[in-house]
């Protein structure tokens, strides 16, 4: 049982309150840190709420708890010094920013001179983060999804000079989790599932750029092949169109294929503020999607 490590987790947004409860869940201290205590507030009425409940009941945990147990492993810190002063192991959960995330990870060296430093981001490789960390032996990325009682998974990356003790630590508490842990080998532009998940992306979003199929067909042949229970358009929506494209020019920054460029079909619905579930129009529209609708996987009446 994780007992005997604690574990800080800084920013308490989407991913900060999923990764705390989880921790807690799984058997270990946990303190929870945000710069806006509001941010705390919320995090706190999620994780009684929802989170907590769906983890313990969701059957990941190779060590089952309760909520009650689990919940008195987690306490909030009302300064960053405060929550990772006693951390084993201090998890990064703040805003996709390089610079945001330096000056946070100046910050831990300090005051956190012997803990395992690991950042949550989902593009920003850790090895920049190497500046400002003193030994960067215990730095590294570890990628978790959400919501992490479905996606039950967590990708490890090293920073370049990640130490093999502090893989073996994450992989043991990602275990202990009950997450799959896949270790990213070497230094990879970007996640092996984002990698992944965006090829699917791109070659969807040029089959209806190319006037070649509809977001309907792909989804619905997509689903009936991998037997999927979501497909790239519908995921796209609902992570939002905006998001999707502000990925994709990360992407495109470091590409090294010049066909690798802004598909328009993309833009254009950015542009016109048709971003997907949260604004009511994407590729579907809201409520109601034709997605999910019960005869959407069905051959059509004529
Ligand atoms: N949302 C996802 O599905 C997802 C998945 C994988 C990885 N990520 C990555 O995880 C990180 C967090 O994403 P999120 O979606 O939880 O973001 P979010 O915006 O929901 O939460 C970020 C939180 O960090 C806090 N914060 C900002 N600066 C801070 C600071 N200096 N000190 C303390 N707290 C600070 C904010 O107040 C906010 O509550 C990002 O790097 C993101 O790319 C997100």
């Not at 995921?235 to 990925?247: E, K, N, Q, S």
Request: glycine share 8%.
């Amino acid at each position: 049982m994780g007992a005997s490590k604690r574990i800080a987790v800084v920013g308490s947004g989407t991913m900060g309150m999923q990764i705390s409860a989880l921790a807690a869940a799984a058997g270990y201290h946990t303190t929870l840190y945000d710069l806006i205590p509001a941010a705390i507030d919320r995090a706190l009425d999620r994780i009684d709420g929802d989170i907590l409940p769906a983890i313990v009941n969701s059957g990941m945990l190779p060590e089952p708890t309760s909520v009650m147990e689990a919940r008195s492993r987690l306490i909030t810190a009302n300064t960053l010094e405060g929550a990772v002063t006693d951390a084993d192991i201090v998890v990064e959960a703040i805003k996709e920013d390089l610079e945001v995330k330096l000056g946070m990870f100046e910050q831990l060296n300090r005051l956190a001179p012997n803990a395992i430093l690991s950042t949550n981001s989902s593009s920003l490789p850790s090895r920049p983060l190497t500046e400002v960390v003193d030994r960067p032996e215990r730095l590294l990325n570890t990628h978790f999804f959400a919501p992490v009682w479905e996606r039950s998974m967590v990708e490890l990356m090293t920073c370049g000079q990640t130490s093999e003790e502090a893989f073996a630590t994450w992989t043991e508490v990602g275990e202990a989790m009950g997450l799959v842990v896949a270790r990213v080998q070497g230094e990879s532009k970007g996640f092996i599932i984002n990698r992944v998940w965006r090829a699917i992306k791109r070659e969807s979003l040029r089959v209806v750029d190319e006037g070649h199929g509809t977001p309907e067909d792909v989804d619905r042949l997509f689903r009936l092949f991998f037997g999927a229970k979501t497909a790239p358009f519908q995921t796209m929506d609902l992570v939002g169109l905006d998001v999707v494209a502000d990925i994709e020019k990360t992407y495109h920054a470091v590409a090294t294929d010049p066909a690798d460029v802004p598909i328009e079909t993309l833009t254009d619905m950015v542009e016109a503020g048709t971003l997907g579930q949260k604004t009511g129009r994407g590729f579907y529209t809201y409520p109601n999607p034709a997605c999910e609708d019960p005869d959407f996987l069905k051959p059509k009446k004529r």
